[in-house]
């Protein structure tokens, strides 16, 4: 109640805004330096620390299950990185990143089943959107996948070029184009995001969004640059999915409601 200020005059809305953006920079260049096998089931950490925050800042009582949800989520973690592909050191440049990976029959394939699927889903959204969390969700992952490859792309290409000190790299559209492909599918995921969030529970969306966004980019990534060539041996494969089946199960447990409010 009472007269509210914009939220752009509260303190503690800059902070966050500049910590998710920090954040993100330090994503994206996280890419250019390891597999996006790595890199995104990394990212249930984010709901580790939305668990911490609800409950030593907004007070909000911590379950049992959430306890242990956050236990499978950093087992699932652990095992996940380290049973992950490793990928070669090669530089690659721009002309090779098209060459080799773009421009070949993996690449080919990845963009088709994209294209196809995302036409499908955004078709199947717009009048059954509001049925299942899985639809809007689903395409926003489909969406997502693109996001990653892109910034895989443009990160690597970037960090290349610092650690080689030319901008050489950057004279190909490869980059620019990657750049921009990541920003317009980003724009287009988080559309989607917003309109699950809108229609269903966050602990609905948070689980089915990590579940499917970290699947479709690991083996959209893993397909295109052959990520999965650099298993040392089949059990590591095994392991590693193992360990990201684990982390979403975490997931799932750490958003069951963390209080329950008596009338």
Known sequence: GGAGKSFMRVPWWWIGIFGIVGGEIGNLIAYGYAPAAIVTPIGAV???????????????????????????????????????????????????????????????????AFAVSAFVMVIVNRFHGHRSVVIPILTASIFGSL???SA???????????????????????????????????????TFINAAMSRFGNCQVVPTYYALFTTLSVISVGWVFREFDCFRQGRDAGLFFAGIVFAICGVALVQVPQTTRSS
């Open 147 to 149: 996001t990653i490859l």
């Open 152 to 190: 895989k792309v443009f990160s690597s290409l970037f960090t290349h070029a610092i650690g080689a000190g030319s901008p050489a790299y950057f004279q190909s559209p490869v980059p620019f184009l990657a750049f921009a492909i990541m920003i317009a599918t980003c724009v287009v995921t988080m």
């Open 46 to 112: 984010g709901v580790l620390t939305n668990v911490l925050i609800t409950t030593f800042v907004l007070k909000e009582k911590l379950r049992k299950l959430n306890i242990l949800g956050m236990f499978c989520v950093v087992c699932g973690i652990v095992v996940a990185v380290y049973f992950a592909p490793r990928s070669s050191d090669t530089d690659f440049s721009p002309s090779t990143y098209w060459s080799g990976f773009i421009a070949t029959m993996h690449g080919m394939t990845y963009f088709i």
